[in-house]
């Protein structure tokens, strides 16, 4: 069955470190995402990319880095510049834009 | 910008109860409007959508109509079940900026149902 992976489901990160999220998908789709959730915040959007080699900032992007050389990898690395990394993080993909989003089953990031 | 507003929870009901969530939306353009479900350590499941004004969307026994008017997208269900104890989000997709440039999330309603 087509889906969103993201690994691992629990992460922790030492205070300095960078750490990287993944994400895979084998649904075929061009746009993909990454959102962060925080009780009582909803989703915000971290980055996007539309298409390989192409991605853009979110509303909440300072901390955070991206890349997109393969259409169906999408890896998010939390650096050490982002002093609250604590949270749950989702990855999502969609067709094109107007279409519904497909989650992934997060990975929930914390602070040693 | 754009913005989706939704009730405080959490909101609790007994099985059978009639369930309404509001949820009203600030837009530039002419979006689509989604609701999404959370179950605890998941992701996020599409619930319905609706595309365009007085579009109606329904799954599961879930219901929302798209009211450009009241700018409002409220999701309904006539009898819950304990099996809908979860989180919902009220989201929308602006096109006015066109590309993909992801959703607009509300802060999700926590709904627990009791037996």
């Known amino acids: 069955d087509g889906g969103i992976t993201q690994s691992p489901k629990y992460l922790f990160r030492k205070e300095g470190q960078n750490v990287t999220l993944s994400c895979e998908q084998n649904l075929n789709h061009d746009a993909m995402y990454w959102y962060r959730q925080d009780p009582g915040q909803g989703l915000r959007l971290i980055y996007y990319?539309?298409?390989?080699?192409?991605?853009q900032k979110g509303d909440i992007a300072e901390g955070y880095s991206v890349s997109r050389e393969k259409k169906e990898s999408f890896p998010l690395t939390v650096t050490s510049a982002q002093k609250n990394p604590t949270a749950f993080y989702l990855c999502?993909?969609?067709?094109?834009?107007?279409?519904?989003?497909?989650f992934g089953d997060g990975t929930r990031l914390s602070i040693l | 910008g754009d913005s989706v507003t939704q009730m405080e929870g959490p909101v609790t009901l007994s099985e059978e109860a009639f369930l309404t969530i509001n949820c009203t939306y600030t837009a530039t353009g002419y979006p689509s409007l989604f609701w999404y479900v959370q179950y605890p350590g998941e992701g996020l499941q599409l619930l319905l959508k609706?595309?365009?004004?007085?579009d109606k969307g329904s799954n599961k026994g879930f219901e929302a109509t798209y009211r450009k008017e009241t700018t409002s997208f409220h999701l309904e269900k006539g009898s819950v079940q304990v099996s809908d104890s979860a989180v919902y989000f009220c989201a929308l997709s602006d096109h006015s900026g066109g590309g993909a440039d992801g959703l607009t999330f509300g802060k999700g309603t926590h709904l627990i149902i009791q037996p």
């Open positions: 999502a993909s969609s067709i094109i834009s107007q279409q519904p989003q497909h």
């Open positions: 609706a595309t365009k004004a007085d």
């Open positions: 990319s539309q298409i390989v080699n192409d991605f």
